[in-house]
């Protein structure tokens, strides 16, 4: 319940895979809600609305050609956006994919690389059509800002 965050009904599995599913996101789309998470071992982003009852339908999958370490949902109108941190070994990359409902199943690509592994890089956020997230390099970290064109 919004008002003090008691449990409305009983604990649900939403999904099961042999990988290791973390970093769930959640968004509003519409009157519904939609879940975004991570799968370990190369596994990529899986994205999915859920019912009114809170049961998970069918979920894309996204695969993000590595290893992702962190991942930010926004939905609007009638798509969603992910954004996630992957690792490539010594360096990292933001990658991002656009997914509706009704579509087909998206495509990540490529937005940037970071200097440092993605593993020490903070989670990324979405705010309209810019993404704000920190990189490190040896000692020196910074909090960077960039503007996405979707199409």
Known sequence: ????GSPIGNEQRLASSRAHSFSPALAR???STVMAWLEGDGGGI??????ETGKLGAPASISTGGAPTALTLACA???CRV??????????ELVTAEWAPSGSAPTAARIAGLPGPAGQAASPALIGDDVFFADQVR???????MTVEWR
């Open 1 to 4: 319940k919004a008002q003090d």
């Open 29 to 31: 789309l519409g009157a």
């Open 46 to 51: 899986r994205i999915g609305r859920l019912d």
């Open 83 to 92: 954004v996630a941190a992957i690792d490539r070994g010594e360096h990292g």
């Open 139 to 145: 000692d020196r970290g910074r909090v960077r800002r």
């Open 77 to 79: 109108a009638d798509r």
